[in-house]
């Protein structure tokens, strides 16, 4: 009892220092040009749909009580308590000091862009503390248990829309093993699925009640419909396809060709037709009137299109560039309405992050295992660990993750906007760096997991 209780003490000392240290190195966390924009709404009160609401309205919550830095706490504090819980679940369990819960927390990888104030690092903590609490709380049927739960869910469903059905395996896991569900047969399964989906509608129904609450303004951006429309063209092979490209869109309708050639040089990145070069060829915030000739041109080339979201599903695959650094807040050009608001709440300002050596050491430290980011890798591990608990007939938390991520990656190929950059799979790394820590758990210490 003495030696687990000492045990336990080490453990909450290492990560309450590691997340006071991570907070204090980088404290407001680091801001790029969408995190200024959530900034600015969430300090003004005033807010769009650009990026998804919930994350800008709890940023407003939080503010008053935390300072601008609240986000960057919340996404810290949840880190770092998942791996204070699962320590000493470790620790309750097995009493020997958990070593591999130090290298899973401090893995590169898990770490990656947990400094950035990011929907991308919301939707990854949050995550992970619900499947950390799936794991470590004995009886899954309390009700503070399932509020908790619940509410994290409605964040994570609602911090990244486009991929709100993501957690459907998770979430349906959690449910096939409760006391309601956990009797197993056909007719338990589709309840258990049944009730999962209705807690995401009703999670996303939820949070339009929210954002109606809060008058939250759509947003008019078009450039991500812009590319596909665009890449589809192109991937017909027919010179001519582009002149269906509407007039309308276009600032002068005779450059269609000069399109074709911007798009080329760069076919991986949507932005290009909001802030580069093909911005200046085309309308890039007329909003839903961009919908129907989007989908227009894709129901009219079906097969181009979905060979073009497959050429993107490959580079996506094969991508490794971390092209955010530890150590840089990114250079943005405020619009008036930014500056405006942070003029106005100036005290909470302080988003100049300098590097020092710690900062810097850890910049290196992140990208010392590059390798690692390429998505190909968690793809396959992902494949691999559903096949096997597939063909051993056990669905596991294991393979509810493995399943989470599969979908992600069938969503992030043929839905999401076209940009490959690996902070879009943070998530996929946490996860996935839990999943084989899962796997040590199974076989080293026979826990059906």
């Given at each position: ?276 070069p093909a911005s200046k060829l085309v309308y890039p915030n ?164």
């Open positions: 009892m003495i030696l687990k209780n000492k045990y336990k003490v080490i453990m909450l000392v290492i990560w309450l220092f590691m997340a006071c240290c991570f907070y204090a190195l980088y404290s407001p966390g680091l801001l790029s040009p969408d995190s200024w924009d959530q900034l600015s709404q969430a300090l003004t009160g005033k807010f769009n749909n650009w990026q998804p609401a919930i994350m800008q309205i709890l940023w407003h919550w939080l503010i008053p009580v935390f300072g601008v830095s609240a986000l960057l706490l919340f996404h810290v504090a949840l880190y770092f308590l998942s791996l204070i819980l699962l320590s000493f679940w470790f620790i309750n369990r097995f009493r020997v000091f958990p070593v591999s819960i130090i290298l899973l927390g401090l893995f590169p990888t898990s770490l990656y862009v947990l400094m950035w104030v990011w929907k991308d690092v919301g939707f990854a903590v949050v995550l992970f503390i619900i499947v950390v609490q799936v794991l470590v709380v004995e009886n899954k049927n309390k009700f503070v248990h399932w509020v908790i739960l619940l509410m994290l869910f409605w964040y994570v469903i609602n911090v990244r829309i486009g991929n709100s059905f993501v957690v459907l395996p998770i979430l349906y896991y959690l449910i096939s093993k409760s006391y309601v569900f956990s009797t197993g047969g056909i007719k338990n399964r589709v309840y258990s699925f049944l009730t999962s989906i209705i807690i995401i509608v009703c999670s996303l129904v939820f949070q339009m009640l929210i954002n109606a609450y809060y008058d939250v303004k759509p947003n008019n951006a078009s450039h991500p419909y812009y590319i596909d429309m665009v890449a589809t063209l192109v991937q017909t092979g027919k010179p001519s396809a582009i002149n269906e490209f509407p007039d309308y869109l276009m600032k002068d309708p005779k450059k269609k060709d000069e399109l074709v050639i911007l798009y080329k040089k760069d076919p991986y990145w949507a932005d290009n037709f909001a802030w580069g007329i909003g839903s009137k961009v919908v129907a000739p989007y989908l227009r041109i894709i129901s009219a080339h079906p097969l181009a299109y979905l060979e073009h979201r497959i050429y993107f599903g490959f580079y996506l695959l094969m991508t490794k560039s971390i092209v955010w650094s530890a150590i840089k807040t990114e250079d943005c050009s405020l619009n008036e309405y930014q500056k405006s608001a942070l003029n106005n709440n100036i005290k909470y300002i302080n988003t100049e992050i300098r590097g020092n050596m710690v900062t810097g050491f850890f910049d290196k430290y992140v990208n010392i295992l590059s390798f690692l980011y390429m998505p190909l890798i968690h793809f396959i591990f992902a494949v691999i660990t559903l096949c096997y608990f597939t063909y051993k007939r056990q669905f596991t938390l294991i393979s509810a993750i493995s399943s989470s991520i599969l979908l992600y990656f069938c969503i992030m190929f043929f839905f999401c906007p076209i940009i490959g950059e690996t902070r879009y799979f943070y998530w996929v790394y946490l996860l996935n760096n839990f999943n084989i820590w899962l796997l040590y758990m199974r076989f080293k210490y026979n826990i059906a997991v």
